[in-house]
């Protein structure tokens, strides 16, 4: 089964940074979909980010353009989203996913197989 394993979460102030990472064990796959996904208590799980391995698209959420950024790492079952400029409402729980069967294209990246466990980001006022 594909392993997904996320890190890199905090506790900073408003207008600080962080770089989160995750990598992927494919298990035999040479590209997968991967992204970032949030989801605060109460709330619905919303999708952050997502880059195809393979050289495909990046995608991004509305609300995080011009302030995250998803990139590929020189393994490419290694993705990191580099968080700039954060509000206090950018705090959740930010999930790593990953899916070897999907190119990312399409809307297809908000349905991944497989999930991290998770690493908290807190963004203090």
């Known amino acids: 089964q594909v392993q997904v394993t996320e890190s890199g979460g905090g506790s900073v102030q408003a207008g600080g940074s962080l770089r989160l990472s995750c990598v992927a064990s494919?298990?035999?796959?040479?590209?997968?979909?991967m992204g970032w996904f949030r989801q605060v208590p109460g709330k619905e799980r919303e999708g952050v980010a997502a880059?195809?391995?393979?050289?495909?698209?990046?995608y991004y959420a509305d609300f995080v353009k011009g302030r995250f950024t998803i990139s590929q790492g020189g393994a490419k079952n290694t993705i990191f989203l580099q968080m700039n400029s954060l509000k206090p409402e950018d705090t959740a729980i930010y999930y790593c996913?990953?899916?070897?069967?999907?190119?990312?294209?399409?809307?297809?990246?908000?349905?991944?197989?497989?999930w991290g466990k998770g690493t908290q980001v807190t963004v203090a006022s």
């Open positions: 996913a990953a899916d070897p069967l999907i190119d990312c294209s399409g809307g297809a990246w908000k349905t991944m197989d497989y």
């Open positions: 494919l298990r035999g796959y040479t590209y997968a979909c």
């Open positions: 880059i195809y391995g393979g050289g495909g698209g990046i």
